[in-house]
């Protein structure tokens, strides 16, 4: 069985960065794109930035120019830098990859950004 697992997320304040890791086990071969999400209290869940297999990546117009996601294909991992972070930024952040026709999740990571 496949699974996905974040680290990384923690409490910074306005202006800081943290850099977000998932690593996939279990099902690596043919994920095709990987991706972060987010989800705020309150909020739906929504989509940060993704990733193809051959880095072609699109980011959300509100981390755009903050955050940067990148992949290691060889390690099954995905990353997001955060950078300039803004108390908007406080949620959930969950990792997911995509398999045939399938969406596999991560548990998700806190990142809480005082102000």
């Known amino acids: 069985q496949g699974q996905l697992v974040e680290s990384g997320g923690a409490l910074v304040h306005t202006g800081g960065s943290l850099r977000l890791s998932c690593a996939a086990s279990?099902?690596?071969?043919?994920?095709?794109?990987m991706g972060w999400y987010r989800q705020a209290p309150g909020k739906q869940r929504e989509m940060v930035a993704t990733?193809?297999?051959?880095?072609?990546?699109a980011h959300a117009d509100s981390v755009k120019g903050r955050f940067t996601i990148a992949r290691d294909n060889a390690k099954n991992t995905v990353f997001l830098q955060m950078n300039s972070l803004k108390p908007e930024d406080t949620a959930v952040y969950y990792c997911?990859?995509?398999?045939?026709?399938?969406?596999?999740w991560g548990g998700g990571t806190q990142v809480t950004v005082s102000s």
């Open positions: 997911s990859a995509d398999r045939f026709s399938r969406t596999y």
């Open positions: 279990g099902f690596t071969n043919s994920i095709t794109t």
């Open positions: 990733i193809t297999r051959g880095n072609s990546a």
